[in-house]
């Protein structure tokens, strides 16, 4: 008793009602069918941080903490896939010094997770770094080929971390993957249908995409995962910038989600 009443004492009131709401809402979803692979586009981390006149670095800093939540409170919930878009193709084409700068942070917050006793030990899970990897500095591409070397044989569920990264770069590569083997003999046209593109893709043996959200307020998937999408994929646009997508935004989400998808049924 002595314990709880200092733990009371010390622990914000705001952070033990959210604790308290979380733990309510992911008891009541884990009560139905949980979606199996949600999608996260994490925009807006540059405009949080002019909004807050802060550096742009702390804006993708908390933006990264925010991954980590969200991820964290997906494993509670059972949902075996999280994706996330953390760099576009397209960021290189931003200043030196920002792509430098969130190189860095992806690299300390990556390590972060799969450090011992974290999420990656926690709850066993896999992790795949997806996208054009030839084109990372050289210590990021290795920890990231350490760490998917590491936890390849994980089964608890996937992460995978986008970056850099566009669909058509990952349907691009299909396509080169397929007609190697074509060149090879190992395929002919004829062949040829979804699931074998789909075995050539960069993010292969997925579950498919039941949830997609896009922060910031904008209105566009901002090439990410568009062969993933389908008739079925739940597609959530929320004007909250990513540092403020909180856990007790998201869960109502998926709360109604499992409504809709009742309602449907």
């Known amino acids: 008793m002595g314990n709880l009443m200092e733990w009371l004492k010390n622990c914000p009131p705001l952070q033990w009602a959210e604790d308290k709401f979380e733990d309510l809402m992911v008891n009541i979803i884990r009560c139905s069918s949980v979606p199996q692979h949600i999608g996260f586009v994490m925009d807006g981390n540059r405009r949080w941080a002019r909004q807050h ?71 066993n899970i896999r992790i795949r770094v997806v996208g054009d990897l030839d084109r990372l500095p050289d210590d ?72 997609l959200v896009r922060t910031s307020g904008v209105k566009r998937l901002s090439d990410f995962m568009l062969w993933q999408c389908h008739e079925n994929t739940d597609i959530q646009f929320v004007r909250n910038y990513w540092p403020d997508f909180k856990v007790w935004r998201f869960l109502p989400m998926i709360l109604r989600y499992q409504i809709d998808q009742k309602a449907k049924s």
Request: aromatic share 8%.
């Open 53 to 123: 006149r802060m550096e742009t670095a702390e804006g993708h800093s908390l933006g990264f903490e925010t991954l980590k939540d969200l991820l964290r409170v997906c494993l509670r919930l059972g949902v075996k896939e999280v994706s996330a878009f953390g760099f576009s193709l397209e960021n290189f084409k931003r200043s030196k010094y920002e792509v430098d700068m969130i190189m860095e942070i992806a690299k300390s917050s990556l390590a972060q997770i799969c450090s011992h006793g974290d999420l990656v030990d926690q709850y």
């Open 140 to 211: 990021l591409h290795e920890q990231f080929v350490k760490i998917m070397k590491r936890t390849e044989k994980n089964t608890g569920a996937t992460l995978n971390l986008c970056f850099p990264y566009t669909s058509r770069y990952e349907i691009t590569q299909s396509l080169q993957r397929l007609v190697k083997k074509a060149e090879d003999g190992r395929l002919t046209p004829d062949e040829i249908d979804e699931k074998v593109f789909e075995k050539c893709l960069l993010i292969t043996d997925s579950h498919p995409l039941d949830i």
